[in-house]
């Protein structure tokens, strides 16, 4: 007798092995093992320690997507409006505009006309940047701060030795932020020493 006709009597075997009529049969036949050595029971406890560790790989990779899927439905939650939210800025930016257009000593001498105007417009400014708070976006004004290239755009270098080289002096446009991200940096001017002349 063959090995090969060895291992087929015993798969027979184990297919019949306790059925009776009408019940069902053993799907997966038991194989003879490689190593002449290892017994069946050895071959068992090793079979169901592979399929233990496959088991525990496959519920941590699961454990992972599940937690990977959750962090990117934070992420479109909390980022999702970025596109939206940059239109809208350009809003914010013309209203800001508009105010800026009337000198501050032509709204003290306005007549009601203009400052009902005046006061529509910073009225419509609040409620937009309210409504942007609400959805995770927030202004920020950088006046005065040390430059940062991850939230300024430098836009030029003025001549200033009254504060630190390197120091925001002008606010050419505010910079904004969803959540923890950049969604538009602040365009500033940026101080640097000017050369003290020979004397």
């Known amino acids: 007798m063959t ?15 306790g059925s009776k009529p009408g019940e069902p049969r053993v799907s997966k036949p038991y194989i003879m093992p490689d190593d002449p050595e290892e017994t069946p029971s050895e071959a068992l406890v090793k079979e169901a320690a592979d ?40 809003i914010a930016d013309n209203l800001q505009r508009a105010l ?15 400052t009902a105007l005046i006061e529509g417009v910073e009225l419509t400014e609040r409620s937009l940047h309210r409504s942007l708070e609400k959805n ?24 200033d030795n009254s504060v630190a080289p390197g120091t925001v002096v002008q606010v050419i446009q505010t910079g904004y932020m ?11 001017g940026v101080s640097k020493n000017e050369p003290k002349s020979a004397s």
């Open 51 to 90: 399929a233990k560790d496959k088991m525990l790989r496959t519920l941590a990779e699961m454990e992972n997507l599940r937690k990977r899927t959750q962090r990117e439905v934070a992420d479109a939650r909390a980022y999702g409006i970025a596109g939206f939210a940059r239109d809208i800025l350009e």
């Open 100 to 114: 800026d257009a009337v000198p501050a000593e032509d709204r003290a001498t306005a007549d009601a006309g203009l």
């Open 178 to 188: 969803i959540g923890e991200r950049m969604l538009r940096p602040a365009l500033v």
């Open 136 to 159: 995770g976006v927030k202004k920020f004004d950088p006046m005065g701060e040390k430059f940062d290239p991850n939230v300024h755009q430098a836009m030029y270098e003025v001549p």
């Open 3 to 17: 090995d090969k006709d060895g291992q087929k009597e015993f798969s027979e075997a184990a297919d019949n092995a």
